[in-house]
């Protein structure tokens, strides 16, 4: 079974999505040991079984809130196949933020360009191809009250899904930073265990950022005295 997960800031039309895909069935629970709402659907394409997984609505992923941090540690520690970023077309600006996080974590991301008819209507020129191109990933104009593009989104998460491979995408912070964020890294490889549970430049960012979750990943590293060192 394919694993997705659905991610976007609130009001993008996320759960409108989630019923395209599932038809409107869902099994609903709460995050273990949270009292968040989980709701979980199946979605069967070309023969294919997919579990789509409705992540909280959120701006970010600094795990200042629990939102951010269910969703995070989705994303982190359960590897889905595919992570469907839904993207307001009419706000893409303040959307993307997500979306670059995304990609720092190394998910496999296939952007829903949702409210694309609203978009259109103030007049908007979005450049899919140019914007695929620019963020590395597929990006699927929808509109989610139509059902207009879940077919070719679905087309997009299957291919993305048998490719079997993570992506890396690499945003650039400046020459003083990058010097920085590299030295912290090699730090943190030398816990094998460690970068193998996580993007390694991913945490080397969380840690300069004084990230208290991945802080206490540190913490519990037995290289814990190198990778801080390197943060001075």
């Known amino acids: 079974m394919i694993e997705v997960a659905l991610i976007g800031n609130p009001n993008v039309g996320k759960s409108l999505l989630f ?39 959120t701006y970010s992923l600094t795990a200042h809130s629990i939102d951010e941090l269910i969703a995070r540690d989705y994303i982190v520690k359960e590897k889905p196949d ?12 303040r959307n993307l933020y997500l979306t670059f996080q995304l990609l720092e974590l190394e998910a496999n991301v296939v952007i829903a360009l949702n409210k694309y008819d609203v978009a259109e209507s103030l007049g908007y020129e979005i450049n899919i191809d140019e914007l695929s191109r620019m963020l590395g990933v597929r990006v699927v104009p929808t509109v989610a009250t139509t059902k207009e593009g879940i077919k070719e989104l679905l087309e997009a998460v299957l291919e993305v899904a048998k490719e079997k491979k993570r992506r890396k995408v690499t945003i650039g912070y400046g020459e003083a930073a990058e010097e920085l964020i590299s030295r912290v890294e090699k730090a943190i490889l030398k816990d094998k265990d460690l970068s193998s549970r996580y993007p390694t430049r991913w945490l080397a960012i969380k840690i300069l950022e ?16 190198e990778i801080l060192e390197a943060v001075r």
């Open 19 to 57: 019923n395209d895909l599932t038809g409107g069935k869902a099994h609903v629970g709460n995050w273990p040991g949270k009292t968040v709402e989980k709701k979980e659907g199946i979605c069967r394409y070309k023969g294919e079984e997919m579990k789509i997984v409705d992540l909280p609505g």
């Open 82 to 93: 595919v992570v469907i970023d839904i993207v307001d077309a009419s706000n893409l600006e």
């Open 210 to 225: 004084g990230d208290e979750e991945v802080l206490k990943e540190v913490e519990r590293s037995r290289f814990r005295n």
